[in-house]
């Protein structure tokens, strides 16, 4: 193959990627953060933070670091356990933390002098506001998604729970074969008051959009997500190519 046809079959390549589908991912998973403190508010350097999903018993682990910080970045929505460990401390549990899509979760922990042997456990039952970043948005989670009776299984239609959400024209409606009527109609939705049709969806962190006008390539089944976020104000510059808020869903692991 001479250069001529090689440069050809390259330009056919990103015409093609640029008409059908975008090449991006966004982070639609939680995170957790915190700062671990002994009794005088001072920081807990080297202190082991093991987070725990309380419904698959998967692990994590870190280290805090020069000011007893520590983080954990794309964590699957859940519910989940924070242990501390420190010499000199006794252990720290915190239990019912909840982690949901696209939102961070602050846990801080204050240790008291002791042995490790010795336990403290704390049980977090309210709800947690959200204070890591400005984003305005809402969560639906995942018993609306799975139990709301939807009309042809769209779950796209439950993004109407969200405040600040009109549902527009035949968006709501239901084709036997894909879930929408019409081109567009799974998209048109006025979020905060932004321009129906021109908002991104993403699933796991991929977007669902293709190049023609944030038109949608598929609608998720009803049974595969188990929460979603809609997020309508203060965006975060990570997410691209929306004026008309963010729809951020997470699968069932």
Do not use: C
């Not at 991912?25 to 995170?31: F, K």
């Not at 080297?46 to 682990?61: C, E, I, P, Y």
């Not at 010795?118 to 639906?140: C, M, R």
């Not at 109407?160 to 019409?182: E, F, H, I, K, Y």
Request: net charge negative; aromatic share 6%; charged share 15%.
């Amino acid at each position: 193959m001479n250069r001529f046809k090689l440069a050809q079959w390259l330009l056919l390549a990103l015409l093609a990627v640029f008409a059908f589908g975008k090449v991006e991912a966004q982070a639609t998973s939680g995170t957790a953060v915190g700062a671990v403190t002994d009794s005088t508010q001072s920081a807990v350097v080297g202190a082991h933070v093991t987070l725990t999903n309380s419904g698959t018993g998967d692990k994590r682990t870190a280290t805090t670091n020069s000011t007893g910080g520590y983080q954990f970045v794309n964590v699957a929505p859940g519910t989940y356990k924070i242990d501390v460990e420190a010499a000199g401390f006794k252990h720290y549990t915190q239990i019912n933390v909840t982690i949901q899509v696209g939102s961070s979760t602050r846990v801080d922990a204050a240790l008291q002098v002791g042995e490790v042997t010795q336990s403290i456990e704390v049980s977090t039952e309210s709800v947690q506001l959200e204070t890591q970043q400005a984003t305005v948005g809402h969560v639906v989670e995942g018993r609306a998604v799975t139990e709301m009776p939807l009309n042809g299984r769209n779950v796209l239609n439950l993004v109407a729970l969200a405040p600040g959400v009109v549902p527009l024209q035949n968006v709501q409606s239901s084709d036997a074969a894909t879930g929408l009527r019409g081109t567009f109609a799974g998209g048109n939705y006025m979020i905060s008051g932004g321009i129906p049709n021109a908002g991104v969806q993403f699933v796991d962190g991929g977007t669902i959009n293709t190049g023609y006008i944030n038109a949608l390539a598929f609608v998720p089944s009803q049974d595969a997500i188990q929460e979603f976020k809609v997020e309508g104000n203060n965006i975060s510059p990570e997410y691209g190519g929306t004026e008309n808020g963010v729809v951020a869903m997470f699968t069932k692991g």
